[in-house]
């Protein structure tokens, strides 16, 4: 059985007051091409369909259309909410489309049933665990001892009646120790969220969610996909994961990337540099950047000036000697210092540098335009 493993979509994420839900159309349109290419048996979305727990209108309608398109091919499509979502609105009418073959985690009450497809090897058993905290486990496991997540994650899974002997498949949006989390992920104190991927032993393959990097998490049968769009500018590149599930115990996962509409990137240079045209020509200027400029002194207005030829800029840096120290500004001058001289003193531990004769002379004509205006 092949199973096609996507997680943390977010629909409907902006960046930089840029709205990226181009990309994610264009990101979903190929998935599907990837889907019919592929021929998977089930699509599994491991969490976070949407980037708020109230979407917007425009996100929600790409999902609907999304899912329209999925079920119009007969594949059937496990689902469940992550910490993004809300759990609620993510499982509205689930009862209601399971006929359709999409299936939504329904908000964790403490069971959860499994939904099983059938090939040439027998059963396979699909768990939806939808993002769990200790809190919410509690409520349903009286009995038993929750201080961590991964008592509460061994709680709940201890509950499920498995079969040992089937092949069976858990979907999931936690955060197993030792996975290399992004900086665009919601990172916990001290590493609280942390679950043992012991927990998970009992599955042939569990598709999770929360990370945007795609890796594995101890062994082959314990999976992120990652994001399928770059959500910070230290993301590398995107794909989807393909699991293949022969007889029991026989498990090959394989990657297939993805091509971004717009990439996230980062370039450097002086501000004459990366606004040369031999830079800039033959790159696609509408990719999401972070500029980093190497000119000594600041540049009057760059960000709407680079925004001319880089619309998508979504952050500008400077790296030069003002911005590689940091002198503390200590009054070192003395009283008896004049206030040009208090100024420069300022200016040079402000940039790491000595105020040019130029600007020497601006400040000395306008301190005695401000004086010889005073009564």
Excluded at 62 to 79: E, H, K, M, W
Excluded at 274 to 298: K, P
């Amino acid at each position: 059985m092949k199973l096609l493993h996507l997680s943390d979509l977010h629909l409907g994420k902006r960046l930089g007051g840029c709205s990226l839900l181009e990309d994610q159309a264009y990101i979903l349109d190929q998935i599907l091409s990837i889907a019919d290419r592929e021929g998977p048996d089930a699509l599994i979305i491991a969490g976070d369909v949407y980037d708020k727990g109230v979407p917007p209108a425009e996100a929600v309608a790409l999902f609907d259309d999304f899912l329209s398109r999925v079920a119009a091919r007969g594949l059937p499509a496990f689902i469940i909410s992550g910490n993004h979502d809300s759990p609620e609105r993510l499982a509205f009418a689930n009862r209601l489309i399971r006929g359709s073959g999409v299936y939504l985690a329904p908000v964790y009450d403490g069971a959860v049933a499994p939904i099983t497809l059938t090939d040439q090897y027998g059963p396979v058993h699909f768990y939806l665990l939808p993002f769990l905290k200790p809190a919410h486990v509690r409520r349903f496991c009286p009995e038993a001892a929750i201080e961590t997540w991964t008592d509460a994650l061994a709680a709940a899974l201890s509950r499920l009646d498995l079969d040992p002997a089937a092949r069976n498949v858990l979907v999931a949006h936690q955060f197993v120790t030792g996975a290399a989390r992004s900086e665009s992920e919601e990172l916990s104190v001290g590493g609280a969220d942390n679950v043992d991927a012991a927990v998970f032993d009992s599955f042939d393959y569990v598709a999770l969610g929360h990370i945007h990097r795609p890796q594995t998490a101890g062994r082959d049968g314990l999976r992120y996909c990652g994001s399928p769009l770059k959500y910070a500018f230290s993301e590398g590149e995107k794909s989807v994961t393909l699991a293949h599930l022969g007889e029991k115990g026989n498990l090959t996962v394989r990657t297939v990337p993805l091509t971004p509409l717009r990439d996230m990137r980062e370039i450097r240079g002086t501000y004459l540099e990366v606004t040369a045209r031999s830079f800039y020509q033959g790159t696609n200027t509408q990719d999401y950047l972070h500029i980093t400029l190497t000119d000594e002194e600041d540049v009057p207005e760059a960000v709407g000036k680079l925004r001319v030829i880089y619309p998508n800029l979504l952050r500008l840096d400077y790296d030069n000697t003002r911005t590689r120290q940091d002198q503390a500004i200590d009054g070192g001058a003395g009283e008896t210092a004049s206030p040009l001289d208090l100024f420069a003193d300022l200016y040079e531990k402000q940039n790491n540098q000595p105020m040019t004769e130029a600007q020497t002379d601006f400040a000395r004509r306008l301190m005695e335009e401000i004086w010889e205006g005073e009564p």
